[in-house]
């Protein structure tokens, strides 16, 4: 009740739990919600400008925006529950390895994850997504291997600082071995900060997912996904500035969301917040 009592107290984080679960439910009722076809083109409509029959308009082959977006909705938000659910339980587990074990697997641990965190993390994921290359598929790897790491240091940051607390150390006492302790004890009392970041994180990897599928390197036509209309709409942006706009817009609000939310999290479940 405590916990439910801080997060409606908040008007921010309520805003941006309402516009979270307006994504959802856009992404599991799209179909209903879609007016048309996402993907069928219809040349006699197109660059049609936002109307009672098209929301937002229609794209350069006709196609109804406002339905490719809800569609998108889909896309983006199932992108970024992939690549978090990835990253989150492999930074997680190596962490807490590294926090609590320390030593050789610690330095070894930690140095393969500053080689990673060394390289820009958009500029390695392109680089992981051009080599394997342009699709969902290969942009969900591309980013998984670059948001890990971070997962990784606050993890292990955590589990330094109650290595030694009196409950791990009683379970030492009562004999408890070392992999129960890690994983009964040390993640569950060091998950907290991971997870207010990978809330955070879900907005963040739709915001580069939709980047590398702005330069090519993701989903490919006639996918409606968020980024490749932004960069399908480059060469009309003076004839239909709808058509560059709206998904604009879509990636602004998701992104808000999943901050706010974010944030609002930080606040109830950060133990030096209470």
Do not use: C
Not at 164 to 171: M, R, T, V
Not at 197 to 209: M, P, T, W
């Amino acid at each position: 009740m405590i916990l439910i009592r801080k997060v409606t107290s908040s008007p921010l984080t309520m805003v941006g739990l309402i516009i979270v679960l307006i994504i959802l439910l856009t992404a599991a009722f799209a179909p209903l919600i879609a007016t048309h076809d996402p993907t069928e083109p219809n040349i006699l409509n197109k660059l049609q400008p936002p109307s009672a029959e098209h929301y937002f308009g229609t794209d350069e082959v006709g196609r109804d925006i406002f339905s490719r977006i809800v569609h998108g909705t889909r896309i983006s938000l199932r992108i970024g529950l992939i690549v978090v659910l990835i990253s989150f339980p492999i930074g997680t587990v190596l962490g807490a390895i590294a926090g609590y074990i320390g030593g050789r697997v610690d330095q070894t641990i930690m140095r393969i994850t500053d080689i990673f965190l060394s390289f820009p993390g958009i500029i390695l994921a392109m680089s992981i997504a051009a080599a394997l290359g342009p699709s969902i598929e290969n942009v969900v790897l591309a980013l998984a291997a670059t948001w890990w790491p971070w997962y990784t240091r606050i993890v292990r940051s955590s589990v330094l600082s109650i290595k030694n607390s009196e409950f791990i150390e009683a379970s030492r006492a009562l004999g408890a071995n070392p992999f129960r302790i890690l994983f009964k004890e040390v993640i569950p009392n060091s998950i907290a900060p991971a997870t207010i970041q990978a809330s955070l994180d879900l907005g963040f990897v739709i915001l580069s997912a939709a980047g590398l599928s702005f330069i090519g390197l993701g989903a490919q036509p006639p996918s409606p996904e968020w980024g490749a209309m932004l960069s399908n709409s480059r060469e009309i942006l003076r004839d239909a500035w709808w058509a560059a706009t709206f998904p604009g817009i879509a990636i602004l609000i998701t992104v808000l969301g999943f901050n706010l939310l974010g944030d609002g999290l930080n606040d109830v479940l950060d133990p030096k917040q209470r």
